[in-house]
């Protein structure tokens, strides 16, 4: 039984246009009126608009009013609106809609608002406000609508989209022919896949959800048989931080973590990684390394252990030595950063691991050379991948697909992993079927050894967790958002043009701190 409140509950859940769909009628069903409903949605996206653009500041208000529901809700807070004294005026492209649509529009003319076909009727508004299509669409938008929302598109004035900019398919984000860029966007009820879709994102703007009151059970209905995809915010990063630790305990009982990275060409890549976990509170790091790097290594990291590993010419691990090769020694192994494919040798012995294994960068790309299905799908230990888009696309060339949350669940299906997909909005799949998004990043963070970073901080993690009693999928997205959070608070006291990969290791510390 489910016994959060319903905001608390509801927050994290994103849905598809049937999931949605379901949950709504589940509504009705047991007899929540539909009129009800549109004046309840309303009266919250009214409140929004007064507070973004009270009249005091402006005083005309354009509104678009589609056929559907999502129309019929831009004419109750066409009303709303007017009846707080702005100027409202009723762009209606198409001569049809539903009955509840109609009679609101009946009513606003009745108020003295004028209904219009003619897009200039919007031309002097301050502000508009699309309610033309929401969740659901599939078809394009064509011909004189798709050229009434490029003419929109082309004006400087904010534009408020109901639910989803009309034009956007609601789980993939792709563009239906033309789609409404909107400055806002208020989500509506629970989160839709678009928002978390690179290729929607030029078109939202400023994302928020209005929580107007689902009834948990209807979530739980709905969502409870399938595997759920849910977004990882702060405040639920932090619920799972600090990791739990018992008064009396020692280092290697808080994690012992073996780093296999670095070469003579890349030796920041392994420093970083190293700097990440420490980070994360592991209890002990043991880094395997070309021999050449270990004067550095000791520099930056005095507390680490440090394996000399044999070098090829061009400095690249040629092989692990023997002890680095007792797994039962570690909790976790990170393999990748800085390696360069001359270390692809260590591949095989690197699957033999019985420990939870995260592989990033080089080791990604030494594993797309083979059959990534073939080569990960028969590890019995955790296995999580931690591509950017490039390395992904060179993994599953099949997967080369626009819809990135289905493209990954696939490759998890496919190799038995859990797989975070770097990003704008950094997708996690877990095999054990949990689904995350991560939504509040920075660009700052596009900097070169950022992913070494966050490979080092999400291994630590690993390493300390009982893995039984939290997935793996989650404490990556935990681990990301961790890092996503550095890279906010480093922007906003340096630059967002950019935070460097070891300032940024400087900022881990406090994400966990801030309540």
């Given at each position: 039984m489910?016994?959060?409140t319903?905001?608390?509950?509801?927050?994290?859940f994103?849905?598809?246009?049937?999931?949605?769909?379901a949950i709504?009628q589940?509504?009705?069903?047991?007899?929540m009126?539909?009129?009800?409903?549109?004046?309840?949605?309303?009266?919250l996206?009214?409140?929004?608009?007064v507070?973004l653009y009270?009249?005091s500041k402006?005083?005309?208000?354009?509104?678009i009013?589609?056929?559907?529901?999502?129309?019929?809700d831009a004419?109750?807070v066409?009303?709303?609106l007017?009846?707080?004294g702005y100027?409202?005026?009723?762009?209606r492209p198409?001569?049809?809609?539903?009955e509840?649509?109609q009679?609101?529009?009946?009513y606003?003319?009745t108020?003295?608002?004028?209904v219009?076909d003619d897009?200039q009727?919007?031309?002097p508004?301050e502000?508009?406000?699309?309610?033309?299509?929401?969740f659901g669409?599939t078809?394009?938008?064509?011909?004189e609508l798709?050229?009434?929302v490029e003419?929109?598109n082309?004006?400087?004035?904010p534009i408020?989209s109901?639910?989803?900019?009309?034009?956007?398919?609601?789980?993939t984000?792709?563009?239906?022919?033309?789609?409404?860029?909107?400055?806002?966007?208020?989500c509506?009820g629970l989160?839709?896949?678009?928002?978390f879709?690179?290729?929607a994102?030029?078109?939202?703007g400023?994302a928020?959800?209005?929580?107007f009151g689902?009834?948990?059970?209807?979530?739980?209905?709905?969502?409870?048989q399938?595997?759920?995809?849910?977004?990882?915010?702060?405040?639920?990063?932090r619920?799972?931080?600090p990791l739990?630790r018992?008064?009396?305990?020692?280092k290697?009982k808080q994690?012992h973590?073996l780093?296999?990275a670095?070469?003579?060409?890349?030796?920041?890549?392994?420093i970083?990684?190293a700097?990440?976990?420490r980070?994360?509170?592991v209890?002990?790091?043991t880094i395997a390394?070309?021999a050449?790097?270990?004067p550095?290594?000791?520099t930056?990291?005095?507390e680490?252990l440090?394996?000399?590993c044999p070098?090829t010419?061009?400095?690249?691990?040629?092989?692990?030595?023997e002890v680095?090769?007792?797994?039962?020694?570690?909790?976790?192994v990170a393999?990748g950063?800085g390696?360069?494919?001359?270390?692809?040798s260590?591949l095989p012995q690197?699957?033999?691991t019985?420990?939870p294994l995260i592989i990033?960068?080089?080791?990604?790309?030494?594993i797309?050379?083979?059959?990534?299905?073939e080569t990960?799908?028969?590890?019995s230990?955790?296995?999580?991948?931690?591509?950017?888009?490039g390395e992904f696309r060179?993994l599953?060339p099949?997967?080369?697909?626009?819809?990135?949350?289905?493209?990954?669940?696939?490759?998890?299906?496919e190799?038995?992993?859990?797989?975070?997909l770097k990003?704008?909005?950094?997708v996690?799949?877990?095999?054990?079927q949990r689904?995350w998004?991560i939504a509040?990043s920075t660009?700052a963070l596009?900097?070169?050894g950022s992913?070494?970073?966050l490979?080092?901080?999400?291994a630590?993690?690993?390493a300390?967790?009982?893995?039984?009693?939290?997935?793996?999928a989650?404490?990556?997205?935990t681990a990301?958002v961790?890092?996503?959070?550095?890279?906010?608070?480093?922007?906003?006291?340096?630059s967002?043009?950019?935070?460097?990969?070891?300032?940024?290791?400087?900022y881990?510390s406090?994400?966990?701190?801030?309540?």
């Amino acid at each position: 039984m489910i016994n959060h409140t319903s905001t608390s509950y509801i927050a994290p859940f994103v849905v598809t246009a049937t999931e949605m769909a379901a949950i709504e009628q589940r509504m009705f069903n047991a007899g929540m009126p539909v009129a009800a409903l549109m004046e309840k949605v309303a009266g919250l996206i009214t409140q929004r608009v007064v507070q973004l653009y009270p009249p005091s500041k402006i005083s005309q208000v354009g509104m678009i009013i589609g056929p559907g529901h999502n129309g019929g809700d831009a004419a109750v807070v066409a009303r709303e609106l007017f009846l707080q004294g702005y100027s409202v005026f009723l762009y209606r492209p198409l001569n049809k809609g539903k009955e509840l649509t109609q009679a609101h529009l009946d009513y606003a003319t009745t108020l003295g608002m004028s209904v219009s076909d003619d897009l200039q009727t919007l031309a002097p508004c301050e502000v508009i406000i699309d309610g033309l299509f929401g969740f659901g669409m599939t078809r394009s938008l064509q011909g004189e609508l798709a050229t009434a929302v490029e003419t929109l598109n082309q004006w400087s004035t904010p534009i408020i989209s109901i639910d989803l900019p009309s034009g956007i398919h609601t789980d993939t984000g792709q563009v239906l022919g033309s789609a409404i860029a909107a400055t806002h966007t208020f989500c509506l009820g629970l989160w839709k896949r678009a928002f978390f879709q690179d290729q929607a994102l030029p078109y939202i703007g400023q994302a928020e959800l209005l929580d107007f009151g689902i009834p948990p059970a209807d979530i739980e209905a709905v969502l409870g048989q399938s595997p759920s995809l849910k977004r990882m915010n702060a405040n639920l990063a932090r619920s799972f931080l600090p990791l739990p630790r018992p008064r009396l305990t020692h280092k290697y009982k808080q994690g012992h973590l073996l780093i296999v990275a670095g070469s003579r060409q890349y030796a920041g890549g392994v420093i970083l990684t190293a700097l990440g976990a420490r980070s994360s509170g592991v209890g002990m790091v043991t880094i395997a390394a070309p021999a050449s790097l270990k004067p550095m290594l000791v520099t930056h990291l005095p507390e680490a252990l440090i394996l000399e590993c044999p070098e090829t010419d061009q400095g690249a691990i040629a092989n692990l030595p023997e002890v680095g090769k007792e797994w039962d020694r570690y909790s976790t192994v990170a393999f990748g950063p800085g390696l360069t494919l001359e270390a692809q040798s260590l591949l095989p012995q690197i699957l033999e691991t019985t420990t939870p294994l995260i592989i990033d960068a080089d080791g990604l790309n030494a594993i797309a050379q083979s059959n990534p299905s073939e080569t990960l799908k028969t590890r019995s230990a955790t296995t999580i991948l931690t591509p950017h888009p490039g390395e992904f696309r060179r993994l599953f060339p099949h997967l080369d697909n626009p819809d990135r949350i289905s493209a990954v669940q696939t490759a998890v299906a496919e190799t038995n992993s859990h797989i975070l997909l770097k990003g704008a909005i950094p997708v996690i799949a877990g095999s054990d079927q949990r689904n995350w998004v991560i939504a509040e990043s920075t660009p700052a963070l596009a900097r070169g050894g950022s992913g070494d970073v966050l490979t080092g901080l999400l291994a630590g993690l690993i390493a300390q967790s009982n893995l039984e009693q939290i997935s793996p999928a989650t404490i990556t997205a935990t681990a990301g958002v961790w890092h996503a959070q550095a890279g906010i608070i480093a922007s906003q006291q340096h630059s967002e043009l950019g935070v460097d990969a070891f300032t940024l290791t400087q900022y881990l510390s406090e994400f966990p701190s801030i309540s």
